[in-house]
C-alpha cells in the first residue's frame, strides 16, 4: 500500500529556516499536503502542491516536489518559536483518502 | 461557522467498557473519516464513510464500529474488544470529488482506559 515517510525530530534556532522532509511511495498521487497540528489539538492544513508543480511559494513557506524521486520538502523562513508543532506530510491515494505520515516534530530554540 | 466538532475532549473508560465518541460537521461534506494517533506513528484509519449509510474498514479497524445514518454525524464505538484503545481520536471531513479537497480536522478526542 502507499506509504509516507518523515523524520520524527528537526530542532532550530530562532529565524533560521527550518526544512522538513518527506517522501511518499504513490505516483498517481496528484495533490500532496502539509499539516501543522499544536499540541492537543487537530490538524490544519498549512499548504499543498498539485503534482504537476516543481515549486510553490506562500509568504514564508517553500514546498519543493520532485516527483522523479517522490521527494517533498517544505521550508519555513525565519523560523518564530510559534512554528514548534508536529508537521505532517500527506497524499491522497487511488481510492480519494488520506495517507499521513508519522509527523515531524519541530523544536525552535531561542 | 462552518466546522467540525468532536466531544468530549478527554473521556475516560474501564476496561471492558464501550465508549462511543462524537463527531459532528456542519461543512456539508460527503466523506467522513476516523484516525487514531499515537506517539511516532502517526494517524491510522480506522473507518472512513464517502456517503451516508456506507462506511469502510481503514488499516486498524478491529475493536472499533461506526455507523453513518446522517450526513452531518460519524459517531465512533471503542468497543471492549479493543485491547489497547489509549489514544487521541481524531475525526476528519472532505468534500467529494477527485480534484483538490482538503481534510478538515476536529479537535480530537483523548481517550484513556483506567
Known amino acids: 500500500g502507499e506509504d509516507v515517510e518523515q523524520s520524527l525530530f528537526l530542532s532550530v534556532r530562532e529565524g533560521d529556516s527550518s526544512v522538513i522532509n518527506c517522501t511518499y511511495t504513490?505516483?498517481?498521487?496528484?495533490?500532496l499536503y502539509w499539516y501543522k497540528q499544536e499540541p492537543g489539538a487537530g490538524l490544519q492544513l498549512l499548504t499543498y502542491?498539485?503534482?504537476?508543480?516543481d515549486m510553490k511559494q506562500d509568504q514564508r513557506l517553500t514546498v519543493l516536489l520532485n516527483k522523479k524521486d517522490k521527494h517533498l520538502s517544505l521550508r519555513i523562513a525565519d523560523t518564530q518559536t510559534g512554528d514548534s508543532a508536529i508537521y505532517f506530510c500527506?497524499?491522497?491515494?487511488?481510492?480519494?483518502?488520506?495517507?499521513f505520515g508519522p509527523g515531524t516534530r519541530l523544536s525552535v530554540l531561542p | 461557522d462552518g466546522g467540525i466538532t468532536q466531544s468530549p475532549k478527554y473521556l475516560f473508560r474501564k476496561e471492558g467498557q464501550n465508549v462511543t465518541l462524537s463527531c459532528e460537521q456542519n461543512?456539508?461534506?460527503?466523506?467522513m473519516y476516523w484516525y487514531r494517533q499515537d506517539p511516532g506513528q502517526g494517524l491510522r484509519l480506522i473507518y472512513y464513510?464517502?456517503?451516508?449509510?456506507?462506511?469502510q474498514k481503514g488499516d486498524i479497524a478491529e475493536g472499533y464500529s461506526v455507523s453513518r445514518e446522517k450526513k452531518e454525524s460519524f459517531p465512533l464505538t471503542v468497543t471492549s474488544a479493543q485491547k489497547n484503545p489509549t489514544a487521541f481520536y481524531l475525526c476528519?471531513?472532505?468534500?467529494?470529488?477527485?480534484?483538490?479537497?482538503?481534510?478538515?480536522f476536529g479537535q480530537g478526542t483523548r481517550l484513556t482506559v483506567v
Open positions: 461543512l456539508n461534506h460527503d466523506a
Open positions: 504513490d505516483s498517481s498521487s496528484t495533490y
Open positions: 502542491i498539485f503534482s504537476n508543480m
Open positions: 464513510s464517502q456517503i451516508v449509510n456506507d462506511f
Open positions: 500527506a497524499e491522497k491515494d487511488y481510492g480519494q483518502n488520506f495517507v
Open positions: 476528519a471531513s472532505r468534500h467529494g470529488g477527485n480534484g483538490f479537497t482538503e481534510a478538515f
